[in-house]
C-alpha cells in the first residue's frame, strides 16, 4: 500500500545526501534547513497547529556564532539603549571610533567555541550537517551601533569612518569564522 505523502514521516538527511544537495549531485531529495521557523505572529495566529511539521526533520543544525557584546567591552561611554533596535547609539560621536575599534574582542578568546564544540562533535556522531553563522552582521551591526538614521547619513556624510567602522567588524567576523573552522569543524557556514 502506498503511504499518504501528508502523513509520511521523513527521517533526516544523513551528513553525505547534504552534501550531495550543495555540490547538485542529485541527493535524495532536498534538504530541509529552517523548515519549522515560525516569523513573527505565526505562533499566535496557529498555535499547537503548527506541531503538524514536526514529522518533516530538519536536515541541519545550525549553530549561531555569538556576536561581541558591546556591554562587555568595557567603554569609556554609558552605551544609550532602550529603544527600538534602530534608534539604540553605542557610537553616538565619531570620537568615540578608535577606542570602540581598540575594544573590539578578540575571537579567539572567547570560551563560548570550546563549550559548543562538545555540540559539533555530537551533531558529527549524529551524521548531522552542521552549519555555523550570524544573524545580522554587517547594515544590522552598523545600524545597531550607530541607530538607523545617523547610519543613513553616515554612508554620505562620513564614509571615512563607516569604512573604518566596517573593515574592524569585517576583520573580528573572519577570525571568528577561523576560530569557528578550527573548533567546530563545520560543513557549512
Request: hydrophobic share 40%.
Amino acid at each position: 500500500m502506498k503511504t499518504d505523502w501528508r502523513t509520511e514521516i521523513f527521517k533526516p538527511m544523513p551528513r553525505a545526501e547534504v552534501v550531495k544537495a550543495v555540490e547538485r549531485q542529485n541527493p535524495c531529495r532536498i534538504p530541509l534547513v529552517f523548515a519549522r521557523w515560525w516569523g513573527e505572529g505565526l505562533w499566535e495566529q496557529y498555535g499547537q497547529r503548527l506541531g503538524e511539521f514536526n514529522r518533516y526533520p530538519e536536515d541541519a543544525r545550525i549553530v549561531g556564532i555569538p556576536k561581541f557584546d558591546v556591554n562587555a567591552m568595557n567603554l569609556s561611554w554609558k552605551v544609550q539603549g532602550g529603544g527600538a533596535h534602530d534608534s539604540n547609539l553605542v557610537i553616538d560621536d565619531w570620537a568615540k571610533l578608535d577606542e570602540f575599534i581598540e575594544k573590539l574582542p578578540d575571537p579567539s578568546k572567547d570560551p563560548w567555541f570550546e563549550k559548543i564544540a562538545v555540540d559539533a562533535e555530537r551533531f558529527r556522531s549524529e551524521d548531522i550537517y552542521l552549519i555555523v553563522g550570524w544573524w545580522g552582521l554587517f547594515f544590522e551591526t552598523l545600524w545597531g551601533l550607530r541607530g538607523m538614521e545617523n547610519l543613513l547619513t553616515d554612508y554620505y556624510e562620513y564614509p571615512d569612518q563607516i569604512h573604518r567602522l566596517s573593515s574592524a567588524l569585517c576583520d573580528v567576523y573572519c577570525r571568528s569564522i577561523g576560530k569557528a573552522a578550527e573548533v567546530l569543524k563545520p560543513d557549512g557556514y
